[in-house]
C-alpha cells in the first residue's frame, strides 16, 4: 500500500475521531502507521508536521484541551498529582501545558489531592473503606500511588 499526505491525514482524523489524543502521540501513531506499511519516504516527516499543524490550526487537536481533559479524569478516578503529571509528561504534553492543567484542576476542586486520595482509598478497599488488616500495606500502596504522607493519614488513619 503507498502513503501520502492524503492517506497519512485520513489515518490522523479516522484516529482523532475514535480517541482524544496529544500532538506527540498523535505523531507516534502516524509513524507507527508508516513502519507498518513497510515503505518510507523522507517527505514523511515533513508531511506528519504539516497535518499535525493544520489539525491544530483547525483546532482538532488541542494539547491543552487535551491536558485539562486528563487531569479532570484523573483526579475523579483517584490519581495523585504525581501520577497525573507523569501520564501526561508521557503523553507528550508540554510542561507549561501540564502546569496549566494541574492550575485549574487546584482552582476548580481546592482539595482536589484528598478527595482523589479518598476515592483511591474506597476502589482499593484501603484503610476504613475496607478491612483494615495491614496498614503498612495500605499506606505503601497509597505511597505508590503518589499521595503524600499527610494525605495518606487523613484518609486511612
Do not use: H
Not at 499535525?52 to 495523585?80: H, P, T, V, W, Y
Not at 498529582?81 to 501540564?98: F, H, V
Not at 484542576?105 to 488488616?133: M, R
Amino acid at each position: 500500500m503507498i502513503i501520502n499526505k492524503d492517506i497519512l491525514k485520513k489515518y490522523a482524523l479516522n484516529y482523532l475521531n475514535r480517541y482524544a489524543s496529544s500532538k506527540k502521540n498523535l505523531e507516534i501513531y502516524l509513524w507507527r502507521k508508516i513502519k507498518k506499511s513497510g515503505i518510507f519516504n523522507k517527505t514523511f516527516k515533513s508531511d506528519i508536521k504539516n497535518i499535525i499543524q493544520e489539525l491544530e490550526k483547525e483546532k482538532i487537536i488541542n494539547d491543552e484541551d487535551f491536558a485539562n481533559s486528563i487531569a479532570f479524569n484523573g483526579a475523579r478516578n483517584g490519581k495523585s498529582k504525581k501520577l497525573i503529571k507523569y501520564n501526561l509528561i508521557k503523553k507528550g504534553i508540554e510542561e507549561n501545558d501540564i502546569n496549566n492543567a494541574l492550575n485549574n484542576l487546584e482552582e476548580e476542586i481546592p482539595d482536589y489531592e484528598t478527595q482523589s486520595a479518598i476515592n483511591f482509598a474506597k476502589k482499593k478497599k484501603l484503610g476504613k473503606y475496607g478491612q483494615f488488616i495491614e496498614q503498612k500495606k495500605d499506606l505503601s500502596k497509597m505511597a505508590r500511588a503518589g499521595f503524600n504522607y499527610d494525605i495518606i493519614k487523613k484518609v486511612l488513619f
